[in-house]
């Protein structure tokens, strides 16, 4: 049905792409070849975006007001599926447990990962070893992790072994909604701290030596040289790593997905979850839809207001 | 002379290439489905795993008596819905069927999807099986949707009780146990009460030996798991009043919603004590379990750590794997436990019951061949599924344990054991020789039996369409309840208005209609 159309659609673009080529290619004369040729260099490019970035968004911006569940005809419902939404429990819960997570997984990640680059900056021995063994967890990927991390969290997994040993009673980590949390977002910051300690390391690299020779003239406190010269001399690079870990944990889906399924009860839950539950597993397409586009929204509310109290508009300047 | 050799020459190469070509059957007769390949789909398990495994290993076999060629795409578990209903709205068509959960089957009948399979049972072209051998009753909420055919017999699901024979048997603990709750309890437990008693009464006691606090109960509680099928397991003998002949009425035999109004039960007395339960048995295992997929429940009883697990038929099989079990020997199976009380939705009140109250429990995917709309080739398909329907192959199928098929037609019990006329043909050393233990296999065999035979009403797995919305309002809930984050009664009551609000997304009427057929009620 929908999908179907979509798959013509899809044709017709890539029909028309041709065309345009081949009859730029052969059709037009030398002249107008020159003068028109960017414009048609462009088409194609203008035409992949259109059928493939703002036709499925349209598309499912329409979806977001009808009732669609695959097996059954769409039936328009005007903003039902957003009221719904705004009523439904789950909702505020799984909104609710996305902003525990950022607020403590960004915070934490950017901090400790600035605070060991400043570390790994200085003359130390074996720094290359430890830069190296520290970056090590990005590679990981996400799924594979949190599959891997099932049997470390497990009642007779390694790190209850651990706690044994120094006389602690095993834990059941993923089984209670507190520790559930806490050990998904422990994975999250093991493995995307290493991400932001890079990104500040080869910041931190760029910063002139002279500027901190001088700076050593004025004073020997290594806290004031940070505070006033290497903090701000790199706000533009916590502002970019801040923003980029926002966005990665709030749409954070692989994790919790593979180790908790977002339980016990709700705790897990996060937005992405909740989405892809109502989405893909239930086949509330329209509700889905509703949802997704509501999280666009506060994600641009988010940004918005983030730029406007970071000043961040001044620092990209 | 050189063109008599060449010609001697061309006389034995044409003979040599003869004989070759007949040996290797090119010149047999064509086959009946030759040069057509068809693309299955199936749970992903690899060619010795559950449901995946007896299609591999009978693929060469089939494809020598077709001609055709079987493509088998493996799907894991959570996308098997997810993948089979994309490709079916896209008409992508990848498969031309799958060896797919019955659950979906409602989902599947709201969009035409598939096709029944009456028109080919009775064609001689296509291997024998027989209707009257599926056990009694079971057919009409696994293979058929009111009467019609629409899967040939294949896995019958079911929930029965696993629990240690040896640990339960053993004489100290009996009296141990009589003297701290005073009473002696029944092997196996005959209710959830004596059940919980009995849990709790093992668990932190180092009934094992090993030096450590054990544990009384292992469930697979995981959220978007088993948590709500394990529930409804639980809560069908404290709301299902049984009906004389076994087939629903208003008010007994059904379970889910109320087949005049599709007014979901769900909030009901029976359901809420059912939901106490289990949280009561929640407790009496290890806190890890509402963080355990089927793999955890079953590797701590496997482990030899806890005295109860009730579930799916698998756990026998991989009780015989002494490579991952310790418990192979000491296996006891039975019916679910049932209760001495049942909610009476008619009158309003508890009905107080002589004997307990056991339900037949038919919950769970019951994997079946599905043939889809838009393949080519349903002939084809369905010779498939007949294939593996016939008493052979589906004999050979339930006996080997990796295959995780379970039984359901009456030829696979043992000779003593009887369904009317219908009678087993089985012996224990069609299971012994497959490495089973010969008690294990007899208590295995006969949780099966009891499950069948020991009550006329049956518990059905929920086929309407929409099922898995209805499923993930009710699992979600039960995971909240049992992790203390809102009480039974909250729990509950959200579930009853996420399923009045599914069924009016749904259309009340049509899902009336479905649900009737579906459970076989008439009015």
Redesign the interface.
Same mark, same amino acid.
């Given at each position: 049905?929908f999908?179907?159309l979509s798959?013509r659609v899809w044709g017709m673009a890539i029909g028309l792409m041709l065309l345009t080529y081949l009859g730029g290619r052969f059709l037009l004369s030398a002249k107008t070849k020159q003068k028109h040729l960017p414009t048609f260099l462009l088409i194609p490019s203008i035409l992949a975006i259109l059928f493939m970035v703002i036709y499925p968004l349209v598309y499912a911006f329409r979806l977001a007001f009808l009732?669609w569940?695959?097996?059954?005809p769409p039936r328009f419902v005007g903003l039902n599926n957003f009221l719904?939404m705004f009523l439904d429990?789950?909702f505020w819960s799984a909104l609710g447990v996305t902003m525990k997570f950022v607020a403590i997984a960004v915070p934490v990640e950017v901090i400790v990962g600035l605070l060991v680059a400043v570390l790994l900056n200085r003359q130390i021995r074996g720094k290359n070893f430890l830069r190296t063994l520290i970056t090590l967890p990005i590679f990981v990927c996400p799924v594979a992790l949190g599959f891997v991390s099932l049997s470390l969290?497990?009642?007779n997994g390694p790190v209850n072994a651990l706690l044994k040993i120094f006389g602690f009673q095993p834990i059941?980590?993923? =089984?209670? !909604?507190n520790t $559930?949390l806490a050990s998904i977002l422990l994975l999250d910051i093991w493995q995307w701290t290493p991400f932001c300690f890079l990104v500040f390391l080869s910041g931190l690299q760029n910063l002139s030596s002279e500027i901190y020779e001088a700076a050593y003239l004025e004073t020997n406190s290594s806290l004031a040289i940070f505070r006033y010269l290497t903090l701000p001399l790199i706000k533009p690079i916590i502002a970019t790593i801040t923003m980029l870990r926002l966005l990665e944990t709030l749409k954070v889906f692989d994790l919790p997905m593979s180790?908790?399924? =977002?339980? !016990?009860?709700? $705790?897990t839950?996060t937005y992405s979850i909740m989405t892809y539950?109502v989405g893909?597993?239930?086949?509330?397409f329209g509700d889905a839809s509703a949802r997704a586009f509501f999280f666009l929204f506060l994600l641009f509310v988010i940004f918005t207001i983030l730029f406007k109290i970071g000043k961040f508009s001044e620092i990209y300047e | 002379m050189v063109r008599k050799a060449l010609l001697v020459m061309f006389v034995v190469v044409w003979l040599v290439i003869g004989v070759l070509l007949s040996s290797a059957g090119w010149s047999q007769e064509k086959r009946m489905f030759e040069g057509v390949t068809i693309s299955i789909g199936v749970l992903a398990a690899g060619n010795r795993g559950p449901i995946s495994g007896a299609l591999y290993y009978w693929r060469d076999e089939w494809e020598k008596q077709t001609g055709a060629k079987l493509n088998i795409i493996e799907v894991p578990i959570a996308q098997i819905r997810e993948k089979i209903f994309t490709d079916l709205f896209t008409g992508g068509g990848t498969f031309d069927g799958f060896d797919g959960p019955i659950w979906i089957t409602g989902d599947l009948l709201a969009g035409d999807y598939i096709y029944d399979i009456e028109q080919w049972y009775n064609d001689p072209r296509f291997p024998r099986w027989n209707k009257d051998d599926v056990v009694p009753g079971l057919a009409d909420v696994v293979n058929k949707w009111g009467d019609t055919w629409y899967y040939a017999p294949n896995d019958y699901d079911c929930h029965t009780l696993n629990y240690r024979r040896d640990i339960l048997t053993d004489q100290r603990w009996q009296a141990e146990f009589e003297k701290e709750k005073g009473y002696r309890y029944n092997v196996p437990p005959r209710t959830w009460e004596e059940l919980a008693d009995i849990a709790e009464f093992f668990n932190g006691k180092d009934w094992n030996g090993d030096g450590e606090p054990d544990y009384g109960i292992s469930m697979a509680l995981q959220k978007g798991q088993q948590a709500g099928w394990h529930f409804i397991s639980l809560a069908s003998p404290y709301m299902m009043v049984p009906s004389a002949d076994g087939k629903p009425t208003r008010y007994k035999g059904v379970l889910w919603f109320d087949p005049e109004t599709m007014e979901p039960l769900i909030n009901q007395p029976g359901f809420l004590r059912a939901l106490e339960m289990l949280i009561r048995l929640y407790k009496a295992g290890n806190p890890a379990q509402l963080g355990w997929e089927l793999g955890g429940a079953w590797n701590e009883f496997l482990d030899g750590k806890s005295i109860f697990n009730y579930g799916y038929g698998d756990l026998g099989p991989l009780a015989q794997d002494e490579e991952r079990s310790k418990v192979k020997g000491k296996l006891g199976c039975s019916i679910l436990p049932g209760t001495l009380e049942v909610w009476d939705r008619e009158k309003g009140e508890w009905m107080k019951l002589a004997e307990p109250n056991f339900i037949t429990n038919a919950i769970g995917p019951s994997w079946s061949i599905m043939i889809f709309k838009q393949t080519k080739y349903p002939e084809v398909v369905y010779h498939l599924a007949a294939f593996h329907a016939s008493k052979e192959i589906s004999f050979w199928n339930v006996t080997h344990g990796f295959t995780g098929i379970n039984l359901g037609q009456t030829f696979q019990f043992f000779t003593d054991q009887s369904f009317g006329e219908k009678k087993g043909e089985a012996t224990i050393e069609d299971w012994v020789n497959q490495g089973w233990d010969k008690s294990d296999a007899e208590e295995y065999v006969k949780a099966f039996y009891e499950n069948y035979t020991m009550s006329k009403t049956i518990l059905p797995q929920l086929r309407i369409p929409g099922m898995q919305s209805y499923y993930d309002a009710l699992d979600d809930q039960i995971n909240a309840a049992v992790s203390g984050q809102v009480s039974p009664e909250v729990a509950l009551q959200r579930v009853y208005d996420e399923w009045q609000k599914i069924t009016k997304q749904l259309g009340v009427e049509k899902q009336l209609e479905y649900y009737r057929e579906a459970i076989g009620y008439k009015k």
């Open positions: 049905m999908l179907g798959v009732e569940h695959g097996f059954t719904n429990y789950k969290y497990d009642t059941a980590w993923l =089984g209670t !909604p $559930a180790l908790t399924k =977002g339980g !016990p009860g709700f $705790a839950e539950k893909l597993r239930q086949f509330s | -």
